[in-house]
């Protein structure tokens, strides 16, 4: 009883997730603090999971480890969503009223569509972001950060550097006519499986599930000790994109990181994008 209460969690965190959307009311939407309360709400619900039915004991969280997570989960829905606003969502509604651009069929959609698709679109270019970064040395330098983590937990899908997280938040949906509602669905939708996929649970989801969202299982293969067992899912919140572009790879792993599993310090992942840099000038002036 309790592997299958476990087992339909997930499935059944997103159908309630959008449940909710369907029918909150319009201030609730309009107000931004409620997106931002749901998600904190989700991961503080598989938080507890973790302590209720962990799945690798080598995971277990550490007061060290929460209080960077968090920082690091507070500084994406801070200062990373102020400016993936002002520098890529604002210029391309700008851009798409210039041009005179309009999707009012979106609008008509059922709501359920309307949250497929943004769902889509976010992930699509995630999916394409993410592929670049394992395969491209300047991008994997931005998300490298992120595979250094030792081990997996529900907030670990927010760690990286800066300049990662803003890049792979990057996406078409400013440019589609869609009701607030829709996106904060999908944007809480992908909340709940991206934390799943990341988080210390025993919460093996049906196979239905695993066929089109990404899992723990899966994820964690992607986060593997070699560089080069990670080239493989990296659907975000979609591995259904892995099955489709030939990168889906199955397995699990519980040793999870790089470089001889080394742990990087915060100020040490804002570095590290900008090490191959600071090498030449300190071999220029001399140093070691």
């Given at each position: 009883?309790?592997?299958?209460?476990?087992?339909?969690?997930?499935?059944?965190m997103?159908?309630?997730?959008?449940?909710?959307?369907?029918?909150?009311?319009?201030?609730?939407?309009?107000?931004?603090?409620?997106?931002?309360?749901?998600?904190?709400?989700t991961?503080?619900?598989?938080?507890?999971?973790?302590?209720?039915?962990e799945?690798?004991?080598?995971?277990?969280?550490?007061?060290?480890?929460?209080?960077?997570?968090?920082?690091?989960?507070?500084?994406?829905?801070?200062a990373?969503?102020?400016?993936?606003?002002r520098?890529?969502?604002?210029?391309?509604?700008?851009?798409?009223h210039?041009?005179?651009?309009?999707?009012?069929?979106?609008?008509?959609?059922?709501?359920?569509?309307?949250?497929?698709?943004?769902?889509?679109?976010?992930?699509?270019?995630?999916?394409?972001?993410?592929?670049?970064?394992?395969?491209?040395?300047?991008?994997?330098?931005?998300?490298?950060?992120?595979?250094?983590?030792?081990?997996?937990?529900?907030?670990?899908?927010?760690?990286?550097?800066?300049?990662?997280?803003?890049?792979?938040?990057?996406s078409?949906?400013?440019?589609?006519?869609?009701?607030?509602?829709?996106?904060?669905?999908?944007?809480?939708?992908?909340?709940?499986?991206?934390?799943?996929?990341?988080?210390n649970?025993?919460?093996?989801?049906?196979?239905w599930?695993?066929?089109?969202?990404?899992?723990?299982?899966?994820?964690?293969?992607?986060?593997?000790?070699?560089?080069?067992?990670?080239?493989?899912?990296?659907?975000?919140?979609?591995?259904?994109?892995?099955?489709?572009?030939?990168?889906?790879?199955?397995?699990?792993?519980?040793?999870?990181?790089?470089?001889?599993?080394?742990?990087?310090?915060?100020?040490?992942?804002?570095?590290?994008?900008?090490?191959?840099?600071?090498?030449?000038?300190?071999?220029?002036?001399?140093?070691?």
């Amino acid at each position: 009883m309790k592997k299958i209460l476990f087992s339909y969690i997930q499935p059944a965190m997103v159908v309630a997730v959008l449940f909710f959307w369907a029918f909150v009311p319009k201030t609730w939407v309009e107000n931004a603090w409620t997106l931002t309360i749901g998600i904190s709400l989700t991961t503080l619900f598989v938080l507890g999971l973790e302590w209720l039915n962990e799945r690798h004991a080598s995971w277990r969280l550490t007061k060290k480890e929460f209080f960077t997570d968090l920082f690091y989960m507070v500084l994406s829905m801070t200062a990373i969503a102020w400016v993936t606003a002002r520098l890529a969502e604002d210029p391309l509604i700008a851009a798409k009223h210039a041009l005179g651009i309009t999707t009012e069929w979106a609008m008509h959609l059922p709501f359920v569509v309307q949250v497929a698709l943004v769902v889509f679109l976010v992930e699509f270019g995630q999916y394409w972001m993410h592929r670049l970064m394992h395969n491209y040395t300047p991008f994997w330098l931005t998300h490298a950060p992120h595979h250094h983590i030792t081990q997996l937990n529900a907030m670990k899908g927010a760690v990286g550097n800066p300049i990662e997280l803003f890049l792979i938040s990057l996406s078409v949906v400013a440019l589609f006519d869609l009701p607030l509602a829709a996106m904060f669905c999908a944007f809480h939708v992908l909340s709940v499986i991206s934390t799943f996929a990341h988080a210390n649970t025993r919460c093996d989801p049906p196979r239905w599930y695993a066929f089109f969202f990404t899992t723990i299982q899966n994820h964690s293969l992607h986060h593997s000790v070699g560089y080069e067992e990670t080239r493989c899912n990296y659907g975000n919140s979609l591995i259904l994109l892995d099955r489709i572009f030939g990168t889906f790879r199955d397995g699990e792993a519980e040793l999870v990181g790089q470089d001889e599993r080394r742990r990087l310090s915060i100020g040490e992942q804002m570095l590290f994008p900008f090490q191959p840099l600071i090498a030449k000038i300190r071999a220029r002036r001399g140093y070691a």
